[in-house]
């Protein structure tokens, strides 16, 4: 397998949830000496583990990983903390001659990373309760008129995200779209723009994957797990009860599912969100994107990536 990554440089692997990252970002740390940085908004919280198809402990046992179980359902946890923790991680890693692998879907972290962080105010909580106490479509319509370019690359079905956008606005006064910051000096030092590859496979195979996927979530007791969770405080964390799951099984123990009904509508809630990473990662310029064919062996991916110029 030709190696042409310099030492050290962290390499940047994204793409669709089920596309098979996780895999290619294993072969890449054992071929090249590295180590994984999960590049995830859910698999940070301890206990989100069969519903975020976190790495298994025999993963982990092959490659170190980080930024998997460093907070409790209880905590926050944002982009911010993302930053600080993933930069800490590279250091680190670079610091034992070792190589970054940063793998992950969540496209706001690898932005955050890279790019920086807006510059928004902290939370305000009475500003931010009377916001989650009113309607989503109401949101909505206020985010549309006051900054309609959030307005149309936000997640509108994630109200955590549209209340955010909303909080800010009303705190400063300008669109939330406008506030960004130059971290330039403060990024994680590398001898050379690090390299970011983004993964897609055709729609019908990846629907394959997802229903799979899913499949094997419910076997492996997704059910059970999120009734634990639950007893653990998943339902106070608004952050968390957005992934995708965890959302659909609580309304499946509430009685307003079946269990046929639940599974069915993970599959659907996945796809679409799958949807919606493409959208956000084919809006990012410096990513390179690599077609993964079906059935091809993931050795054969994790070649194509380090010969990707």
């Known amino acids: 397998m030709p190696t042409t990554v310099t030492p050290r440089v962290p390499v940047f692997l994204a793409g669709t949830t089920a596309v098979g990252k996780s895999e290619v970002a294993l072969l890449l740390a054992e071929r090249l000496g ?11 919280y301890r206990g989100l583990d069969i519903g975020t198809a976190k790495p298994s402990a025999a993963d982990r046992a092959r490659v170190p990983h980080h930024l998997l179980d460093v907070v409790e359902l ?18 680190q890693i670079q610091g034992r001659g070792r190589i970054p692998i940063l793998c992950g879907g969540t496209g ?11 510059e928004a105010p902290p939370s305000d909580a009475a500003l931010r309760a009377d916001l989650e106490a009113a309607p989503l479509t109401e949101l909505l319509r206020e985010l549309a008129a006051r900054d309609r370019a959030t307005f149309e690359r936000i997640d509108r079905r994630n109200p955590r995200r549209v209340i955010r956008a ?64 639950l007893r653990h405080g998943l339902d106070r964390n608004k952050t968390a009860m957005q992934a995708i799951g965890y959302r659909q099984v609580v309304q499946h123990l509430n009685g307003d599912l079946s269990l046929a009904e639940t599974i069915a509508l993970v599959k659907t809630r996945t ?9 956000w990662f084919r809006r990012q310029s410096p ?23």
Do not use: C, H, N
Not at 34 to 44: L, Y
Not at 108 to 118: C, E, Q, R, T
């Open 166 to 229: 909303l909080e800010v606005i009303r705190l400063t006064g300008k669109p939330f779209s406008d506030q960004r910051a130059d971290w330039a000096s403060d990024k994680p030092s590398s001898p050379s723009p690090p390299r970011f590859v983004a993964l897609s496979r055709g729609a019908e195979d990846l629907r394959r994957r997802i229903d799979s996927r899913v499949d094997e979530m419910f076997a492996r007791g997704l059910v059970a797990e999120t009734r634990a969770l």
């Open 108 to 118: 706001l972290y690898f932005k955050a990373l890279l790019d920086g962080l807006g």
């Open 34 to 44: 590295g180590e994984i940085i999960s590049v995830d908004s859910m698999q940070v």
């Open 74 to 91: 209880t905590e926050p946890f944002d982009a911010a903390k993302f930053v600080a923790l993933a930069r800490e991680a590279v250091r």
């Open 287 to 309: 990513v390179m994107w690599l077609e993964v064919a079906a059935e091809e062996p993931m050795k054969e991916v994790a070649a194509r990536v380090l010969a990707l110029e």
């Open 271 to 279: 796809r679409q969100f799958a949807k919606r990473q493409v959208t």
